[in-house]
Every structure is written in structure tokens, then in C-alpha cells.
Nanobody, 121 residues
Framework: QVQLVESGGGLVQPGGSLRLSCAAS????????MGWYRQAPGEQRELVST???????NYADSVKGRFTISRDNAKNTVYLQMNSLKPEDTAVYYC???????????????WGQGTQVTVSS
């Protein structure tokens, strides 16, 4: 069984920084793509950033230059460093991890429980 545990959300003033973490645990064969999504009230969930197992990254245009995604494969953990935060970054942030539980099996996407990020003065 796979479990994802997120941490690092909170309240921050505009221009401030936060670092989110998401650790995967359980029994699995390999983790491929890891990423972060967010959902603001009344809005659809949207992609923030992804990182492949080889380290290739992808960012939404709205966060380019401000957010940095990284991962520690030894700890099965993905991070999201968020700088120069804006009120429009306020949302619940969810980590998403694609995990293959056994060889020759396609794998599944797993979601974290979500962590609230509020940017307000």
C-alpha cells in the first residue's frame, strides 16, 4: 500500500516563501513522475509543476521563475520551493506521484491529502 504525506503549507505574506514536501512510503517498485497540483476555491485543479525520474522539470507559466521543484530519490520525496508568493497562489496544494508497484505493471497515480497555502497580508 502506498501512502503520501505532505507538509509545509501555511499562511505567508505576499512576497514570502514556503517549501512544500511530499514523502511516499510503502511497497513499490519504482517512482516515475512526481508533481504538484493546486486547487483554489471554485476552481478546477491545475498543474503547478512536475519532475521526472531523470530530473526533467515542467512548470505552469504562472509560476515560472518563482517556484522550483526538486526530488530526493533516496527519500522518495518531492519538494516545491515557492518564492515571491502572490495572493493568487492561494490554494490547496496536492502532490501527485506515479508509482509502479511491480515490474511490467503500468503503474498508478497517487495523490497526497493536500496542504493549504494562503498568501495574504
Amino acid at each position: 500500500q502506498v501512502q503520501l504525506v505532505e507538509s509545509g503549507g501555511g499562511l505567508v505574506q505576499p512576497g514570502g516563501s514556503l517549501r512544500l514536501s511530499c514523502a511516499a512510503s510503502g511497497s513499490f517498485f519504482i517512482i516515475t513522475t512526481m508533481g504538484w497540483y493546486r486547487q483554489a476555491p471554485g476552481e478546477q485543479r491545475e498543474l503547478v509543476s512536475t519532475i521526472t525520474s531523470s530530473g526533467s522539470t515542467n512548470y505552469a507559466d504562472s509560476v515560472k521563475g518563482r517556484f522550483t521543484i526538486s526530488r530526493d530519490n533516496a527519500k522518495n520525496t518531492v519538494y516545491l520551493q515557492m518564492n515571491s508568493l502572490k495572493p493568487e497562489d492561494t490554494a490547496v496544494y496536492y502532490c501527485n506521484v506515479h508509482i509502479v508497484t511491480a515490474p511490467f505493471v503500468p503503474g498508478d497515480d497517487y495523490w497526497g491529502q493536500g496542504t493549504q497555502v494562503t498568501v495574504s497580508s
